[in-house]
Every structure is written in structure tokens, then in C-alpha cells.
């Protein structure tokens, strides 16, 4: 698969993100269900989470990351072609991609939802990426958005200290030269039920014989243990088989930007594929694990500090539901 062959190239030329007001400490949690700061830090890394309240919805944020990044890329909404929302909990389950181009003025964008859970942002940018390289969009807004604080069991301490909310975008343009280097995509149904947010249907009878299944989505579970033993194997071979596809070495890696989930998931990862701790860009202290969200904001945030600048080469690689996961590997800006 090599990515050069079509000539139209990928840039990754701006980023934005969004995170609601609302902070919920460690020391908060611990008034609802039995668990402390140290036991959250020591296991997970995450001391702070921002969670949305009942007035802020998926679009607001998204809508706010999405206009950060294309104010970087130096275009308008106007200019956008194609909009890919990556989410698993969308304001409207017919999709919440069209309210986004219509709030943005994206007069000309076509848009749509991708649900890959965790691994939403790093599909999507696979997923957008085909569009530019066939030559059919030049310029493609990509948002990695969730709010799981409407899906997380607020009684369960195993689930409800790991997730926060909010939102990341990047803008993606045609180039005569080509950051996206490489990547990898992979799926495992088998292990589906390690980690779910399930519909569950309750049989109604419409008329004699006619019968539908009608219920709701039902809080996340998880099996942690499995989730965790999931990540630490499959991360670092996913990583490799993209370094791999974009020809370069693992010591090329200028910066691993992992989904944020937790600190001791960022470190194997990183000490497996001897890529020492500073080239790991970890924020998931300050906001716990955004699903879709956590990697665009994670590289907002790193190219807005300066960390990460143009012509960086950067591995993302993103785990979770489905099971999902896989590897983007990209250069940071427009090219020289
Ligand atoms: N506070 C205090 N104790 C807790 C707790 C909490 N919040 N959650 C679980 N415990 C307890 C358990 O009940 C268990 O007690 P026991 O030994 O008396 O039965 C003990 O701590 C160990 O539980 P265990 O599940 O083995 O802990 P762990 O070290 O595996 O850590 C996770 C739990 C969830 C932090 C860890 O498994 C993890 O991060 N997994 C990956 C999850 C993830 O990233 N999911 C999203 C992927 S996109």
C-alpha cells in the first residue's frame, strides 16, 4: 500500500479543540463511589476530568474545535469540502455531522458520522485521507468528539473514573508533498464484550404477530484487565506495522501520541518500542479519557504550546470498543 502512488498528497494545516467548563476532581469522585485520588493516580495517571452539563451538547464543542482548526489552516468554513464527526455518542443518533456543517456554515461540506469508539479519530483520519488522495475533496475537516459522561454507570468505580468529555478537529488539505506517511487499521469482534455501551431491546407486541424490540443503550461496561492486556500487545505491534508502511524507524518518531486512556497504557507502549518518555505526549491528567476526542485534543494542545512543530513526525495510534485500533503516522503542518 503505497500512499504516494494516486500524487495527491495529504497536510495536516490546523487543529482546534474544546473541552467543556465543568471539572470533576479525583477527591469528587470519591464522594460518589468508593475509590481515592491515590488509587486513581497510581493506576490510571488521571487526576481531573471535564464533563459537559445538560445544556452543553456534542455539536457546541465540536462546532468550537472545529472553527479553532480551520481559523489555523487559514481557511473558512466555506472552503471545507467533506466533514467526517468521529463519535460514539452523537446529540442525535441519525448522525450530528450535518448539525455541525449547518452551525459552522459549511455551505458547500458534505457530512457524516464514523463510529470507531476510542479509535474514532485515528479511522477517521484513514477515512478522510482517501478522499483527498483519490482527488475528489482538497480540503477536509476531521472531528474526534465524545460525551461518555452520558453513558458512564456513575456507580461504578471500575468505568466511571477513567472517561471525560470534549472535543478535537483537524484540517486535512491537498498537497503537492505528502505528510500522511503510513498507517494501519485493524478490527477483532471476538473480543466485543470486554467493552460495551449496548442496546438492549425489550420485545413489544404492535398488533397480533407483529412484534419489535424497542429499549435504550445501557450504561458502559468493561472488563478492564482484558482491556488493558488488549492495548499493551496490539499498540506497539500496530505502531510497527505502520512505521513499517511509511518506511522510517521507530527512532524517527518524533512524538507518540497515543489515545490518552491511561498513564501506565502510554508507558508500556512507549517501553516496548524503547521510545523514551519525552517524546510521549500525555495530557489524560487533566481530562481523563475523551474517547475519539483525546488525540486531536492532545495534539491541539502540543502544537499550540510549541512542543510540536511543522515537519514533526508524529504516531498516533488509537485503541478501544469494537474491539478497534490502529496507527496514523503523519508529519505536523503545511509542507516547507
Ligand atoms: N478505586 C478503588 N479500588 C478500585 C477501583 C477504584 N476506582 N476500581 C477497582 N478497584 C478495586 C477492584 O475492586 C479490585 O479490588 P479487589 O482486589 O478487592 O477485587 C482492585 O481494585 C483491583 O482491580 P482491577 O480491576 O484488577 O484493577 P486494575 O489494576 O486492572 O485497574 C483499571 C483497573 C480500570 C484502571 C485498569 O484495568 C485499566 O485502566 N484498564 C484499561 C481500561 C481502559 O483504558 N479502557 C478504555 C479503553 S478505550
Not at 458547500?108 to 478522510?128: M, N, P, Y
Not at 508533498?177 to 473480543?191: A, C, K, P, V, Y
Not at 482491556?227 to 506495522?241: C, D, M, N, Q, W
Request: aromatic content about 8%; glycine content about 10%; some cysteine.
Amino acid at each position: 500500500m503505497l500512499l504516494q502512488q494516486s500524487g495527491f498528497g495529504i497536510a495536516v494545516t490546523g487543529s482546534g479543540s474544546c473541552t467543556p467548563q465543568v471539572t470533576l476532581d479525583n477527591n469528587g469522585l470519591s464522594q460518589m463511589v468508593e475509590t481515592s485520588d491515590e488509587w486513581i493516580v497510581a493506576r490510571t495517571g488521571i487526576r481531573y476530568r471535564r464533563l459537559a452539563d445538560d445544556r452543553t451538547s456534542l455539536c457546541d464543542l465540536a462546532v468550537t474545535a472545529a472553527r479553532r482548526a480551520i481559523e489555523m489552516a487559514r481557511l473558512a468554513p466555506a472552503d471545507i469540502d467533506l466533514i467526517v464527526l468521529a463519535t460514539s455518542s452523537p446529540d442525535d443518533l441519525f448522525g450530528s455531522a450535518g448539525q455541525i456543517q449547518y452551525q459552522l456554515g459549511a455551505t458547500k461540506a458534505v457530512a457524516f458520522d464514523l463510529t470507531a469508539a476510542c479509535s474514532g479519530f485515528v479511522f477517521g483520519l484513514v477515512t478522510a485521507s482517501q478522499f483527498i488522495r483519490t482527488g475528489v475533496y482538497q480540503n477536509v475537516l476531521l472531528i474526534g468528539a465524545d460525551i461518555l459522561s452520558r453513558w458512564v454507570n456513575w456507580s461504578d468505580r471500575g468505568t466511571c473514573i477513567l472517561f471525560g468529555d470534549g472535543a478535537g478537529a483537524v484540517v486535512l488539505q491537498a498537497a503537492e508533498t505528502d505528510s500522511l506517511l503510513g498507517f494501519e487499521i485493524r478490527s477483532d469482534g471476538t473480543q466485543n464484550a470486554s467493552l460495551n455501551l449496548a442496546y438492549k431491546a425489550e420485545s413489544k407486541a404492535l398488533i397480533e404477530g407483529v412484534t419489535i424490540g424497542q429499549g435504550g443503550f445501557h450504561p458502559i461496561t468493561m472488563n478492564g484487565q482484558e482491556i488493558y492486556r488488549f492495548a499493551v500487545k496490539k499498540v506497539p505491534e500496530v505502531i510497527e506495522k505502520a512505521v513499517f508502511r511509511a518506511n522510517i524507524s521507530v527512532a524517527e518518531i518524533d512524538w507518540l501520541l497515543l489515545h490518552q486512556a491511561n498513564q501506565r497504557i502510554l508507558d508500556a507502549v512507549a517501553q516496548r518500542l524503547n521510545i523514551p518518555a519525552q517524546k510521549v505526549i500525555s495530557n489524560l491528567a487533566n481530562y481523563g479519557n475523551t474517547s475519539a476526542a483525546s488525540i486531536p485534543i492532545a495534539l491541539d494542545e502540543a502544537v499550540r504550546e510549541g512542543k510540536i512543530k511543522r515537519g514533526d513526525t508524529i504516531a498516533a495510534a488509537g485503541f478501544g470498543a469494537g474491539l478497534s485500533w490502529g496507527c496514523a503516522i503523519f508529519q505536523w503542518g503545511a509542507s516547507k
